[in-house]
């Protein structure tokens, strides 16, 4: 038994991860719905366990991140940063209409006079801004409210920077200071355990989706999958590029990239997944100061693939309807 453990701890994860994208889909297709509700609930174990971490993880790599900089460079990169998730964020919609526009997911399908939808309340961006700033801070942890947690990060990641700088209290906030970078150092360790079960919960959740849906409700919905992911593998594309003129090593990105890819493609779920992109980063050699802050807000904010699904799904809409 210790020798089928140490096999599989010494694995590469992402051999792993594959292994059981793979294993899952057989296993789901094959036993169906019983092997569904069986392996449930160690899918459901995988997403408790990555959501688990994300609140430690947020509030304190972004705190020890903005106090490894200087508010100056904090404030280039953050607009640096915005202004890079406004450009991609439009560039994915972008990509997810033309190329719906070339293959028309939907057509021939037809909706049934009975078929209703109800439209949500538009908050407006006012609203949306105002939001981030969470009234309860203990609620914002509680939800959890991302935004809130990020608010919250910074506030108080700044106010230990300027403590740190000043004569009066810079004895007491390094103290402060080391607490927090220790607290880092523990949650770090508690997800590199946690990345060890990645594997079975990501084959338990393929499985389980495999076996509720089956094979038909997969075809049937074939051909927007289809070019959902041909609208994807041109974002893609379009990072290669952007990454590669800005020199950029690809081979490295990727070896380090598909861990978190292949966990977000079973979870679906960028912020259940970013305990897993802030270790990649991590371990590409990314400033904690700059992934800190970067990856939890463009969790929140800059979801490409779900811009692009959202894209897809309008022109899927608009042809089953007949617009």
Do not use: C
Not at 18 to 24: D, K, M, T, Y
Not at 29 to 43: F, K, M, R, S
Not at 120 to 139: A, D, H, K, R, S
Not at 158 to 181: D, M, N
């Amino acid at each position: 038994m210790k020798a089928v453990l140490d096999a599989y701890l010494n694995t590469s994860l992402v051999l792993r991860i594959g292994i059981a994208l793979v294993l899952g889909l057989v296993v789901g297709l094959v036993g169906g719905p019983a092997v569904a509700e069986w392996l449930d609930p160690l899918g459901e174990l995988l997403l408790r366990l990555l959501k688990f971490l994300v609140v430690p993880i947020v509030l304190l790599t972004l705190m020890v991140g903005i106090n490894q900089a200087n508010l100056g460079s904090m404030g280039r990169v953050g607009r640096k940063m915005l202004g890079f998730y406004v450009l991609t964020s439009a560039l994915a919609i972008t990509v997810g209409l033309g190329v719906a526009s070339a293959f028309s997911p939907g057509s021939g399908l037809e909706l049934t006079s009975s078929e209703s939808v109800e439209v949500p309340e538009n908050p407006g961006f006012i609203q949306v801004l105002l939001n981030i700033v969470p009234t309860n801070m203990v609620e914002a942890f509680a939800e959890p409210n991302l935004l809130g947690i990020i608010f919250t990060a910074i506030v108080f990641g700044i106010a230990l920077l300027k403590l740190r700088e000043s004569k009066a209290h810079g004895e007491v906030a390094e103290r402060v200071y080391g607490v927090v970078s220790g607290l880092n150092e523990v949650t770090m360790k508690v997800m590199a355990g946690v990345l060890q079960y990645v594997p079975i919960g990501v084959f338990a959740i393929v499985a389980s989706t495999a076996g509720e849906q089956g094979m038909n409700t997969i075809l049937a919905l074939g051909d927007m999958v289809m070019v959902l992911y041909i609208a994807l593998a041109v974002q893609l594309v379009v990072y290669g590029v952007l990454m590669r003129l800005n020199g950029v090593n690809l081979m490295d990105f990727v070896r380090e990239a598909r861990a978190p890819v292949a966990t977000a493609f079973a979870t679906q779920s960028s912020s259940g997944t970013l305990p897993l992109t802030l270790n990649a980063a991590r371990r590409l050699g990314v400033p904690q100061s700059i992934y800190g802050f970067s990856l939890p807000l463009g969790a929140t904010i800059n979801m490409d693939g779900a811009g692009i699904r959202i894209a897809i799904s309008a022109a899927f809409a608009a042809n089953v309807i007949g617009v």
